[in-house]
């Protein structure tokens, strides 16, 4: 009989504490742990392999059934392995400086190719490049790059950020002129306009929505500028807990800008058609611009989300018609008419 050789398997190898991996080929599991040993310098005794994406002890059987260039962790008698987190956790226990833990973590994110572990090592880089504790263009250069010289805070910055989306939607109510046939109309409708645009420059554009140093009540951010998503239009909170602190990186403030001020009524298929439906037979006065205006602008109608969480279909939500008309309007013409049959009368 033939004695039948084995082929070796090529499999990439690293220690408890180390984030440098070693390639190995190995016919066995014995063979291995000698060679893994040797190459990392434990002893022998009492070594194990455990798999280095969740932790699984390798045995001689299972050993044989691993793919080619698997990851492994090679542990003295002593040591056990939890799976990829591990040697995360064991990062953030050490005791070095900011810029360390970065470096680090950034070596060991350079070759990863487990999708979990890459995801789970992004987001702590992005946790330990936080640097929202800083304001100014002068402490925190990386976070203005691409942003106008004139800005010189980071909450100057988003303010202008968040009033620049809402100028976005006047500019979709003043569009809708274009599409009035009749004059008159078309007039009473630059009339509201030009009053929403008033209401607009009152409130400063409602700019305080992104900017941390305004009081609560007004911001929609924590004081340190953390954003949590506040869950699609037909939902109380976010299902995901979304959250973004675009005051802490550059990469940050530009991922920021996907989350969307979302319409729960929609501006453009209810909103805007309701205003022009109110002014087809109404004046400017007798249509309540601060319903429409808190529709259009405000909290009242806005929901800051995650883009996961931006819902593009239909919401199938209606203006409140009580509210489209200023009752105090409706009072005063019916006065106006109770008189003139009073007059008849006489």
């Known amino acids: 009989m033939f004695q039948l050789f084995k082929k070796s398997k090529p499999v990439k190898i690293r220690s408890y504490d180390g984030n440098k991996k070693y390639g190995v080929a190995a016919k066995d599991l014995k063979e291995l742990l000698k060679k893994g040993c040797k190459s990392l310098q434990l002893p022998l ?35 056990t392995w939890g799976g990829v987190v591990c040697d995360i956790g064991q990062l953030l226990n050490t005791d070095r400086h900011a810029d360390g833990l970065i470096e680090a973590a950034k070596g060991l994110l350079s070759d990863e190719q487990s999708p979990k572990r890459r995801k789970i090592l992004t987001d702590l880089l992005l946790n330990l490049e936080d640097r929202s504790e800083l304001e100014s263009r002068e402490e925190d250069e990386e976070w203005f790059k691409g942003i106008d010289a004139r800005f010189k805070t980071k909450s100057a910055y988003m303010k202008f950020n968040c009033e620049s989306r809402i100028r976005g939607y006047m500019k979709e109510v003043d569009d809708a002129s274009k599409t009035i046939q009749k004059a008159k109309v078309r007039a009473e409708f630059l009339k509201t306009s030009k009053s929403l645009v008033e209401m607009l420059k009152t409130a400063r554009y409602n700019g305080c929505y992104f900017d941390r140093t305004e009081k609560e009540p007004d911001r929609l951010c924590t004081q340190e500028g953390w954003f949590t998503c506040q869950g699609s239009f037909d939902q109380d909170v976010c299902q995901s807990l979304h959250s973004i602190n675009p005051y802490g990186s550059r990469e940050s403030r530009i991922v920021f800008s996907t989350w969307n001020l979302d319409h729960r009524i929609e501006k453009k298929r209810t909103i805007i058609p309701a205003l022009l439906e109110a002014l087809q037979n109404h004046n400017t006065s007798d249509v309540n611009l601060t319903y429409f205006y ?5 909290r009242e109608n806005l929901k800051l989300v995650h883009i996961v969480c931006h819902k593009k279909g239909a919401h199938n939500l209606l203006c409140d018609t009580k509210k489209i008309f200023r009752q105090a309007g409706k009072t005063e013409k019916g006065s106006q008419k109770a008189k003139g049959r009073k007059r008849r009368l006489v």
Do not use: I, N
């Open 45 to 79: 005794p009492g070594a194990h392999v455990c798999l280095y994406s969740d932790g699984t002890k390798v045995t001689e059987e299972f050993f044989v059934t691993l793919p080619d260039h698997t990851e492994l962790v090679l542990l003295s008698r002593e040591q």
């Open 294 to 298: 808190g529709l259009l602008f405000t």
